[in-house]
Nanobody, 117 residues
Framework: QVQLVESGGGVVQPGGSLRLSCAAT????????ANWYRQAPGKQRDQSEF?????????TNYADSVRGRFTISRTTPNTVYLQMNSLKPEDTAVYYC?????????WGQGTQVTVSS
């Protein structure tokens, strides 16, 4: 089974930056798109908002709310990053990386990002 582990979350002031990491077992991102979602406070995980995606070919897409501030990247087939700059309080959420393989969605445990003055 594919396992994903997110890290890098924390508490930052508005305007600050964080880099989230997603480490996966195997090399899932060699063949499948890597995705970042975020679960806002008070929401269920299945209500998570799409943040960013990157295909094995390097094509990226972002939610309008983060475009220009966040960057998804992949340096190996089993590691994906989300660089978050110019953070806003509304970015506060639990951030998850995920991958869909043969109809099954795999999620990590999430990492908390809190943006507060």
């Amino acid at each position: 089974q594919v396992q994903l582990v997110e890290s890098g979350g924390g508490v930052v002031q508005p305007g600050g930056s964080l880099r989230l990491s997603c480490a996966a077992t195997g090399d899932p991102f060699r063949l499948y798109a890597a995705n970042w979602y975020r679960q806002a406070p008070g929401k269920q995980r299945d209500q998570s908002e799409f943040v960013a995606t990157m295909t094995p070919f390097g094509t990226t897409n972002y939610a309008d709310s983060v475009r220009g501030r966040f960057t998804i990247s992949r340096t190996t087939p089993n590691t994906v990053y989300l660089q978050m700059n110019s953070l806003k309080p509304e970015d506060t959420a639990v951030y998850y990386c995920s991958v869909a393989i043969s109809g099954t969605d795999y999620w990590g445990q999430g990492t908390q990002v809190t943006v507060s003055s």
